[in-house]
């Protein structure tokens, strides 16, 4: 489902450049300079829920705090029609709701080795949405004939 405004509550106008395509995907997390810094595996990776992305970025849902400006490696599962996706991109906000963290994510270039340009990926991020929410569909019973 496409949208083009802000979910998050904020009284603040709209500043995307990009309609939003809403979903509901699990996506394994990379803390990459927590890596670098040399962090061990397990505390330099997280789940975040993906709950919105566009040409420009992503909104996910995460347990814990990401810095601002924190390089990330977010890994896409794959579905019955495409393989995984790596996306790379950076931390914009990270705001407190609940008892969880509402993070916005640029999707930028965080390697020098251009094949890893997350743009690369984009065509099957919307492969992988379509067929994801499909799949759910399926498992609660209410798939399309």
Do not use: W
Request: hydrophobic share 30%.
């Amino acid at each position: 489902m496409l949208s083009d405004s802000d979910t998050s509550g904020a009284n603040k106008p709209e500043r995307r450049r990009f309609a939003r395509f809403t979903t509901e995907i699990p996506v394994t997390t990379r803390r990459d300079d927590l890596l670098a810094k040399g962090q061990a595996a397990g505390r330099s990776s997280c789940r975040l829920r993906l709950q919105d992305f566009s040409l420009g970025g992503l909104r996910a849902e995460s347990a814990v705090r990401l810095k601002q400006r924190e390089r990330l490696t977010l890994r896409l599962p794959p579905t019955a029609t495409q393989p995984a996706v790596e996306l790379t991109g950076r931390v914009i906000h990270c705001r407190r709701q609940d008892k969880r963290y509402q993070v916005g994510i640029e999707l930028c270039q965080t390697r020098d080795d251009p094949m890893s340009s997350p743009f690369r990926q984009l065509p099957r991020l919307f492969s992988v949405a379509v067929d994801y929410a499909q799949d759910q569909l399926r498992v609660a019973g209410c798939s399309e004939s």
